[in-house]
């Protein structure tokens, strides 16, 4: 029974679940036919976003506080896609988004997209053109998204949230199509219109993908404030190149480059006082270059499909045609293809926002090469001068009104150094600099330095002082009319090229050529970095420079004589410069002229010429020095090294190359001197120069036909002894019976006067007036000074005597008529034949046997001296002791025997030539020999190591004796 009853409850519990299951399957039938029948009623946009009013919330309040509502509804004339974010996008009431909220730019009029088709069949992307930019949608791992900057090079990865949207719920029917309208609906995560990149943040985008466009981004930020001119950009197509293609474009002329694309005219004008013109003129090269890539018009699939095309520039000297490849996905302009697709650019300004315009767009493409069109720039050397940041040389050029010199189209060089260029910024600046001294920066004449000194015709090579060969060529520079101080005459430029092919202007070491192989080449022009700034030559003194230590007695001269300042002429200055080595080889004759001022004075002046004679000299001319004087150069003779000037006044010998350019005109070294013929020093001037001359002449007075000689003019040459080795020399004696024959043996003969001048380093014979006897002369190197003269002396047994000549002066009219004055006299005793030496030399037991008896004598000559000066210092104490005896009226009385009263001995028979019996000097008129301290003449000398004499003088018996000493009347040197 049980059984039974449970049976029966399972039976109606089974049927009981069917009838359930029945009536709700008859609900849900009930249901699909209400929702068809909602489908075939009157619907729009606005209906089928209510009835999915869970995900639409927000934006039909949107839509309801616009005002919207009866807008959508009543699109009825033309078929429209909407895109429509769902409540997700929208987490909050946003005012201001509604305030900014454009429904137009929400909807894609006179299109329906079929995107689950697309999707479904795998289309990778879609281009649509859509108001004021194309619209793209792409298929990317497995979703649709959509952009409106276009794919970056192909890479679809790049994801900006808040500039990329996505379509959502494809595979859904939750949005359907309204009945009342032709529209399709889309769900999104983004409102539309998506923010848009400005120019820079477009440029940047790029760079992160390795596209380099620094030379458009930096210009660009330029003009990121003028909106005015950004306008240029809206509605219009900006290509954009690489960097690499730019500088092909610009054959890689940095300088241009940095002009255009590196100057910031703001920043130019604002830190630097140039006038507005140089301003403008920069911002019009710019707007020019950035006018080339801007296409009128928007250029993209479905905005125009192809034809002649021009830039804000207008026509360029070669046509531009536009297509479209790949399918709508590139375009190409000429033979440059895109390498991406249309981006979107945002050019809104202030005064957009102000006037309500909304936002303002331009499309942009990135090409790997393009060609724009820059022949509207004209580069002149000011454009270059900016180019380089010469900014200081540039803004004293236009100060001193000379910014013609800049944009002439003559032919010129200029030579501008340019603060760390090549990172050799060494601080210089030109402020400050004259008118003058910024000329002199230019020549007029293009100047190629390498293929000019290739030239031997124009470059001079010349010696340095480090041994090594220089080469040095003259050009003009522009400083001709302006230049008052050389007379309108050009200022000359050297430059100077040493053997490691560094380049040089004007003296070595300074205002070095750094680009002498590589000059800017601008127009007719070049243009040459220097190590600092290029100043005018300065005065002689500051020109000669390093020459100085060379020069310094030249230089003392102009200086005392006031020859440094000369006065301002019409022709400039040339001024022949004796080296100190010169005024060294005229020894005893510039001693003369230091003597005699005026003298002096002339000759230097014939030496300074009024006009410019370089060492390039080619013709001859007629020139005046400082005395009026004509100098007329009558012919010129040129070897490899030196330059000659035949003139009728005197010749000149100067070194090419060597010109040393200065204020008023140039400077020669020279080697050797001449005299003009007005100058005449004759041996009777050189004897009164110095005092043993004048002494030695009080013994030629004694001897008539022998003074005569002096002023004959003929070939004879006197040999002077100083007047201290005179007077220790007894030959020198009048009343000598070889007085005469020393007198002669002191002259030399005119058949030797040229080899004595002339003397070298071999011993040549020298003949003097005393029936031909011979000496010998010969020059002697000493280490590290120039070769000293000797006279050397020999007799018959071949034993040799030195003789130092100390000073040497030939006369004007005969340049082989000379005195040579010497530390010692020329020995008559030591040249005749001395009989003891002979037995000497012959007889080897005899001289021992004299050594013997010398040797006793000089035992017995020794006890004999210690007994005599026993006695000598008894006597010198007594002398002592009544020296000074007291006298009645309290004076003291000096003894009549002193120490050194009498220590000089006389032979009375025999009168000095220089002293007489009273020890009064006799012709004093000389004033040349002073009386000599008591016991001068008998004191001996001490021969000890380190006496200079005895390197020169080895058999000498004296000491060395010094030359007497007088001042100059106009230099204070002794002499």
């Not at 370089?614 to 400082?626: E, R």
């Not at 041996?683 to 000689?709: A, N, P, Y």
Request: glycine share 6%; charged share 20%; net charge negative.
């Amino acid at each position: 029974m049980q059984i039974d009853m449970l049976f029966i409850i399972l039976i109606f519990y089974v049927y009981s679940i069917q009838g359930i299951e029945e009536a709700k399957n008859n609900v849900l039938v009930s249901k699909h036919k209400e929702k068809d029948l909602l489908r075939t009623r009157y619907t729009t946009v606005v209906d089928v976003l209510a009835d999915n009013i869970d995900k639409f919330n927000n934006i039909l309040n949107f839509f309801r506080e616009a005002d919207l509502i009866n807008f959508l509804n009543e699109i009825n004339s033309t078929e429209f896609t909407l895109l429509i974010p769902n409540d997700n996008y929208f987490t909050e009431w946003d005012e201001s988004l509604l305030g900014s909220f454009d429904v137009n730019k929400s909807i894609i009029f006179d299109r329906l997209i079929d995107l689950k088709t697309n999707f479904s069949s795998s289309v990778d992307s879609l281009m649509i053109s859509w108001g004021y930019y194309p619209l793209v949608f792409e298929t990317f791992n497995g979703k649709v998204s959509y952009y409106q900057q276009g794919h970056m090079l192909d890479d679809f990865s790049y994801d900006i949230d808040d500039k990329r949207g996505e379509v959502i719920n494809l595979g859904s029917d939750l949005i359907n199509r309204p009945t009342e309208q032709d529209c399709q609906i889309y769900e999104t995560t983004h409102l539309l219109p998506l923010e848009k990149l400005k120019i820079n943040d477009f440029l940047y985008a790029y760079s992160k993908k390795d596209v380099t466009t620094n030379y458009l981004s930096n210009l660009l930020q330029f003009y990121e404030t003028d909106f005015q001119y950004l306008r240029s950009f809206i509605n219009n197509t900006f290509i954009v190149t690489k960097d690499d293609n730019i500088e092909k474009l610009f054959d890689y002329d940095m300088i241009k480059l940095k002009y255009i694309f590196g100057t910031d005219p703001e920043v130019f004008a604002t830190e630097f006082d140039f006038d507005d013109t140089i301003k403008s003129e920069l911002i019009k090269d710019q707007k020019n270059f950035l006018n080339g890539t801007i296409i009128k018009g928007l250029l993209g699939p479905g905005l125009d499909a192809g034809g002649q095309i021009e830039t804000l520039n207008g026509h360029s000297p070669y046509s531009l045609q536009y297509k479209v490849e790949d399918g709508g996905y590139k375009i190409s302009i000429n033979d440059f293809i895109s390498e991406s697709s249309p981006n979107i650019v945002s050019f809104r300004d202030l005064e957009d926002l102000e006037n309500h315009h909304g936002e303002r767009y331009g499309l942009s493409y990135i090409f790997n090469s393009f060609e724009v069109d820059i022949s509207h720039i004209n580069f002149t050397m000011q454009k270059y001068l900016i180019g380089l940041n010469a900014y200081d040389f540039l803004q004293e050029m236009h100060f001193r009104d000379l910014s013609y010199l800049l944009a002439t189209k003559n032919n010129s060089t200029l030579f501008i150094y340019v603060d760390e260029y090549l990172n050799t910024a060494n601080g210089f600046s030109y402020e400050g600099f004259s008118k003058k001294n910024l000329i002199y920066h230019f020549t007029e004449q293009i100047i190629d330095i390498e293929n000019d000194f290739r030239n031997t015709e124009k470059a001079q090579t010349f010696h340095t002082d480090s041994f090594s060969n220089t080469k040095s060529i003259l050009y003009n520079s522009m400083l001709c009319n302006f230049n008052k101080i050389m007379g309108k005459h050009c200022q000359k430029l050297k430059i100077m090229k040493t053997e490691n092919d560094q380049y040089f202007i004007n003296t070595l070491y300074s205002y070095q050529i750094l680009n002498a192989r590589d000059p800017i080449s601008v127009g007719n022009s070049y243009i040459y970095i220097i190590s600092e700034p290029l100043e005018l030559p300065g005065s002689i003194i500051q020109s000669v420079g390093k020459e100085l230590i060379h020069s310094s007695q030249s230089l003392l001269f102009l200086q005392n004589l006031n020859l440094l300042n000369l006065p301002l002429n019409t022709n400039g200055y040339t001024i022949f410069l004796p080296s100190d080595n010169a005024w060294q080889a005229m020894d005893l004759n510039i001693e003369y002229l230091k003597k005699n001022i005026s003298v002096l004075n002339k000759f230097l002046k014939s030496y300074i010429l009024e006009g410019l004679i370089y060492s390039d000299i080619k013709t001859t001319g007629k020139y005046y020095n400082l005395e009026g004087e004509p100098f007329i150069v009558s012919r010129i003779r040129e070897d490899d090294n030196s330059v000659e000037l035949i003139s009728n006044k005197q010749d000149v010998l100067v070194h090419k190359g060597h010109d040393i350019l200065f204020e008023q005109g140039v400077i020669h070294p020279i080697d050797s001197l001449s005299y003009p013929p007005d100058i005449q020093i004759t041996l009777l001037d050189l004897m009164q120069t110095t005092g043993s001359g004048l002494d030695f002449m009080i013994f030629l007075g004694e001897i008539s036909e022998l003074k005569e000689l002096v002023t004959s003019n003929q070939n004879y040459s006197f040999i002077v002894p100083t007047s201290s080795a005179m007077l220790k020399d007894d030959q020198f004696n009048v009343n000598s019976t070889d007085f005469i024959d020393l007198m002669k043996l002191h002259i030399i003969d005119s058949n030797s006067t040229a080899l004595m001048k002339n003397c070298t380093g071999v011993e040549t014979q020298i003949s003097t007036l005393l029936d031909n006897t011979v000496v010998y002369c010969k020059a002697i190197e000493i280490a590290n000074k120039p070769p000293a003269l000797f006279l050397i002396l020999k007799n018959k047994q071949g034993d040799e005597k030195k003789i130092r000549v100390l000073q040497q002066g030939c006369q004007t009219g005969n340049v082989d008529s000379c005195i040579y004055i010497v530390d010692d006299p020329v020995s008559l005793k030591w040249i005749k034949s001395n009989t003891l030496l002979e037995l000497h030399m012959n007889l080897s037991w005899q001289s021992f046997v004299m050594g013997l008896v010398v040797g006793i004598f000089a035992l017995l000559g020794g006890q004999t001296f210690k007994v005599l000066l026993k006695n000598y210092r008894k006597e010198l104490s007594a002398l002592e002791a009544d020296e000074y005896e007291p006298v009645g009226n309290g004076t003291i009385r000096s003894s009549s025997h002193t120490i050194n009263g009498s220590s000089i001995n006389c032979n009375p028979s025999q009168h000095s030539l220089l002293y007489d019996e009273n020890n009064q000097l006799v012709g004093a008129k000389y004033g040349s020999i002073a009386q000599p301290p008591g016991g001068s003449i008998q004191q001996q000398p001490g021969l000890s190591a380190g006496n200079f004499e005895a390197g020169y003088s080895e058999n000498s018996q004296s000491r060395p004796i010094s030359v007497q000493k007088q001042k100059s009347q106009l230099f204070a040197t002794e002499f």
